[in-house]
């Protein structure tokens, strides 16, 4: 009788694989015809496979991970450029029609009141004041058509149009010093950004869809696009926003998607 000998599983060293992380890193950036190879495989599971290891649902591996994650999301960090924009695209080349994404169905749209609506600003800003749709509206208006790339592995262009979320902080009298931008949403949902990608000329508070106002499946009255980040970085249905330097995670961060979410 033969007898089969199960596999032994490596455990992961969380500390050694960070200093393997970092080596890779510093061998890496120095180079940069290697940013976008970064960019592109540093994550928790490129991590995983450079170990060598297997992966098993325990404390260690998923305090590892969380680490390597925080890790992933400075790098992330350093690689992005302010200045660099994403590719935008033709009216001709717009997806039609964009797809809905949400954590729920599409007959659980969230339905938000114009007339009542008003977006509450609060934290590191000098003017606290809740704004109303007319006076987002009243500032300057600026439309892009970009693509909505999504952690699922489909991507779809559209039109968006609204406020340069730039200009908004800078009106408000945000400090522009702080680490974090935070929104919740109407629909229970919650993320936070980064101020660089917050004050990038392609980051819009959005009001319009294809030049009509935003539609409930796309995020009225207001959805943050950025174009920079994937898709579930970009918030709708928003209620609420605050300037801050702690950090305050998101709803799909807390449940262990990358933070920075972008390029």
Not at 7 to 17: E, H, K, N, Q, R
Not at 32 to 53: E, H, K, N, V, Y
Not at 68 to 90: E, H
Not at 107 to 120: H, T
Request: net charge neutral; with cysteine.
């Amino acid at each position: 009788m033969k007898i089969f000998k199960a596999p032994t599983l490596s455990v992961i060293d969380g500390d050694a694989v960070l200093h393997e992380a970092r080596t890779l890193i510093a061998k890496k950036l120095d180079q940069p015809s290697r940013r976008a190879f970064l960019q592109r495989s540093l994550t928790l599971g490129g991590l995983s496979l450079l170990t060598g290891c297997s992966i098993s649902d325990n404390a260690q591996v998923e305090a590892a991970l969380t680490k390597i994650s925080r890790f992933n999301d400075k790098v992330q960090g350093l690689i992005f450029s302010p200045t660099q924009l994403a590719p935008t695209y033709t009216e001709a080349e717009i997806t039609r029609p964009f797809p809905f994404n949400a954590y729920y169905g599409e007959d659980e749209v969230r339905e938000v009141d114009e007339a009542s609506y008003k977006l509450e600003v609060t934290g590191m800003v000098a003017d606290k004041h809740a704004w109303t749709l007319a006076e987002l509206r009243a500032m300057p208006q600026h439309d892009q058509i970009t693509r909505h790339i999504c952690v699922e592995g489909w991507s779809a262009i559209g039109k968006w149009g609204g406020v340069r979320f730039a200009d908004f902080l800078r009106h408000i009298g945000a400090d522009l010093t702080a680490k974090y931008v935070g929104f919740k949403c109407a629909d229970d949902y919650y993320t936070s950004i980064d101020m660089p990608t917050a004050l990038h000329p392609q980051t819009l508070l959005t009001l319009t869809y294809d030049g009509q106002p935003l539609p409930p499946k796309y995020g009225f009255p207001m959805k943050l696009r950025m174009p920079t980040k994937l898709g579930y970085k970009n918030p709708k249905h928003i209620k609420a926003m605050f300037v801050t330097n702690t950090y305050t995670g998101g709803y799909w961060e807390d449940q262990g998607y990358n933070w920075f979410g972008g390029s």
